[in-house]
T-cell receptor
Framework: DAKTTQPTSMDCAEGRAANLPCNHS???????VYWYRQIHSQGPQYIIH???NNETNEMASLIITEDRKSSTLILPHATLRDTAVYYC?????????????FGQGTELSVKP | GAVVSQHPSRVICKSGTSVKIECRSL??????MFWYRQFPKQSLMLMAT?????????EQGVEKDKFLINHASLTLSTLTVTSAHPEDSSFYIC??????????FGEGSWLTVV
């Protein structure tokens, strides 16, 4: 599986957009980009995933560069409850194995 | 999203005993389930992948005789920690996926071995 690189920590003001970057320069053509977050002492929560097009859902937007070597997760209006560790993971298609290998993630602190 | 439930959420056991953790997919059929462990202030470490009706595939360094995984049905997988020791105390998390491309996680189970 390709490795990802994320900043260790980030701060964001409440109500502002949180932009979390991720580098995955060795991503393969059959690997998706997944984002999960983990609030302290809970299981990870699925946020969004994409292959090469930008994606948006009720939680966030995912912007993937044209060369697919990096991506950005955008939380449009961060709240205090968005404080968590955010994991960017690349994963092969399900029918080719599909396991999620977690890196260290970005610890996002949303401040009032 | 889909719901994955773990039980128990917290368990304390004596050193040398075995403890079983259950992972259920409540509203979908989980063809594949994954087990992770997480130590404080660390990331999740994948322990094994299990496909329904097959033997689990363990990650390098994970003792298959110590961490017994059973995935006998499309909605249930169990992790049994055998002959538990204090160093096995950890947060154990399962996840599951069905025919879609998304993996959903359970709430996690805290194991304390005393």
């Amino acid at each position: 599986d390709a490795k990802t690189t994320q900043p260790t920590s980030m701060d964001c003001a409440e109500g502002r957009a949180a932009n979390l970057p991720c580098n995955h320069s060795t991503i393969s053509g059959n690997e998706y980009v997944y984002w999960y977050r983990q609030i302290h002492s809970q299981g990870p929560q699925y946020i969004i995933h994409g292959l090469k097009n930008n994606e948006t859902n009720e939680m966030a937007s995912l912007i993937i560069t044209e060369d697919r070597k990096s991506s950005t997760l955008i939380l449009p209006h961060a709240t205090l409850r968005d404080t968590a560790v955010y994991y960017c993971i690349v994963r092969v298609l399900y029918n080719q194995g599909g396991k999620l290998i977690f890196g260290q993630g970005t610890e996002l602190s949303v401040k009032p | 999203g889909a719901v994955v439930s773990q039980h128990p959420s917290r368990v304390i056991c004596k050193s040398g005993t075995s403890v079983k953790i259950e992972c259920r997919s409540l509203d979908f059929q989980a063809t594949t389930m994954f087990w992770y462990r997480q130590f404080p202030k660390q990331s999740l470490m994948l322990m094994a992948t299990s496909n329904e009706g097959s033997k689990a595939t363990y990650e390098q360094g994970v003792e298959k005789d110590k961490f017994l995984i059973n995935h006998a049905s499309l909605t249930l997988s169990t992790l049994t920690v055998t002959s538990a020791h204090p160093e096995d105390s950890s947060f154990y998390i399962c996840s599951a996926t069905g025919t879609g491309n998304t993996i959903y996680f359970g709430e996690g189970s805290w194991l304390t071995v005393v």
